[in-house]
């Protein structure tokens, strides 16, 4: 089979197609519900005060590149955008990572036709919510080490900040939804981000398609159960036989 480096989006159209999937659905019902709750607080927010935040943001750039705001406005959106989205995916996942493994092991025993030893029902699910935490947390500093360089570097070559906030929060995705059946497995972290950097071009087209999708009113309600099924199948497909 001949393997496209760029197919990750087909991974989160996969995904959506899951989703609706009968065996599959009740697994669906708790992080979609989380995601709605949270999404729908945050938007709200968002959508007052995100006026002022891009003109602070427009603010930092130097001012002989005063004559460019009309450009730079709409990469200031993006910046924000991309920002704003990844705390509320980071805070949403935080909630429902215990759920969103329980559906990664079950779409990987749907797609293979195999046990996978790991949180099998909702109670064993909730009961592994500390250990879930704690993974959530070695990807949230994995994340702010990167962070404080795109920070100086946005400082640094200013118009190009929104491209590598984006660039680096489109790369947690593909970390955040891939990683869950990878700690189904009980692979460290750093083993996971080793088979994910293995596939960079469709990895990083992935979490670029789900970063977008986040940005999507209504969309972005159904953007993480689709992305955890869709980061399975490239489990399945791409980075289970790695080493």
């Known amino acids: 089979m001949t393997v496209r480096p760029l197919s990750g989006p087909d991974y989160l159209l996969r995904g959506f197609k899951i989703i609706r999937q009968p065996g599959i659905r ?29 003109n602070q943001v427009i603010d930092w750039l130097p001012n002989w590149l005063d ?48 046990e996978v030893s790991g949180r099998e029902t909702i109670a064993m699910a909730i009961a592994s919510f500390p250990k879930s935490i704690g993974r959530e947390c070695q990807k949230l500093a994995y994340y702010l080490g990167f962070a404080i360089l795109t920070l100086i570097a946005s400082f640094v070559i200013s118009p190009l900040a929104p491209i590598l906030w984006f660039a680096l929060n489109a790369w947690m995705m593909a970390i955040e939804y891939c990683d869950y059946p990878m700690d189904n497995h009980k692979l460290s972290f750093k083993e996971a981000r080793k088979r ?35 980061g399975t199948l490239m489990w399945v497909e791409r980075l289970k036989d790695k080493t």
């Open 26 to 54: 009740l697994f669906v019902a708790i992080p979609l519900l989380i995601n709605v709750i949270i999404f729908g607080a945050f938007t709200t927010l968002t959508l007052e005060a995100m006026s002022g935040w891009i």
């Open 67 to 114: 004559f460019l705001r009309w450009v730079l406005w709409p990469l200031a959106v993006i910046l924000v955008l991309a920002i704003v989205m990844y705390i509320f995916s980071t805070v949403a996942n935080i909630i429902a990572a215990p759920f969103n493994g329980l559906l990664a092991e079950k779409v990987e025993e749907m797609l293979t036709g195999q």
């Open 196 to 230: 994910i950097s293995s596939q960079r071009g469709t990895s990083a087209s992935f979490g670029a398609l789900v970063m977008l999708g986040t940005m999507v009113p209504i969309l972005n309600l159904f953007i993480m159960p689709a992305a955890v099924c869709g």
